[in-house]
């Protein structure tokens, strides 16, 4: 089936480092990839909407220049944790849309960034 | 606006006993309803999801999900539990349909312990 590669799976860094996180499609084309982020014992919220060749959409309250996406091919979406600070640590996820005709979603596993 | 509330942020139960995770949602226009699961230390896979037809939905593992319309609940059961159910469990909802189709909203999620 389907597979949605996230790498990396886990990242400690030094607070105002910045920190980049791949998110692949291995088997299909993805028209659309989303960025999520999860707190401990909490949901996963939707930071972002990344398309193929256009700029990311962002949610509200999320900040566009300190999370940079970039989705430059349709198997690929980079998201970039800029200057990051230990607020910032938290399990991020991707999933992305195959574009085969049902729409399918697909997760990545998850990236665990610390910030120390 | 989308929302989604899960009752109950632990369940346990008894290897063998029914499961019953509860999932409210509320939705502007017809939902679209998924329940994920996570195992420790790796993302989200898709148990099951109702789009459209029959309100009853069966996924993997023997979980299925039955969505009322009257009640905006989409509770996930499994009639005899096993000790690998034991997992994070996510309710989400959807509202857009084609090439947004994977914008989800999620709840706060469900930690089943299932106990020998």
């Not at chain 1, 970039?70 to 849309?97: K, Q, R």
């Not at chain 2, 899960?6 to 998924?34: D, K, W």
């Not at chain 2, 789009?51 to 023997?62: E, P, R």
Request: proline share 3%; aromatic share 12%.
């Amino acid at each position: 089936g389907a597979v949605v590669s996230q790498h990396p799976s886990r990242v400690i860094c030094k607070s105002g480092t910045s920190v980049k996180i791949e998110c692949r499609s291995l088997d299909f084309q993805a028209t659309t990839m989303f960025w999520y982020r999860q707190f401990p014992k909490q949901s996963l919220m939707l930071m972002a909407t990344s398309n193929e060749g256009s700029k990311a959409t962002y949610e509200q309250g999320v900040e566009k220049d300190k999370f940079l996406i970039n989705h430059a091919s349709l198997t690929l979406s980079t998201l970039t944790v800029t200057s990051a600070h230990p607020e910032d640590s938290s399990f991020y996820i991707c999933s992305a849309i195959s574009r085969l005709g049902n729409e399918k979603l697909f997760f990545g596993s998850g990236t665990q960034l610390s910030v120390l | 606006a989308q929302s989604v509330t899960q009752l109950g942020s632990h369940v346990s139960v008894s290897e063998g006993a029914l499961v019953l995770l509860r999932c409210n949602y509320s939705s502007s226009v017809p939902p679209y309803l998924f329940w994920y699961v996570q195992y420790p230390n790796q993302g989200l896979q898709l148990l099951l999801k109702y789009t459209t037809g029959a309100t009853l939905v069966k996924g993997i593992n023997g979980f299925e999900a039955e969505f009322k319309k009257s009640e905006t609940s989409f509770h996930l059961t499994k009639p005899s539990a096993h000790m690998s159910d034991a997992a994070e469990y996510f309710c989400a909802v959807s509202d857009a349909r084609g090439s947004t189709l994977g914008r989800l909203y999620f709840g706060r999620g469900t930690q089943l312990t299932v106990w020998p």
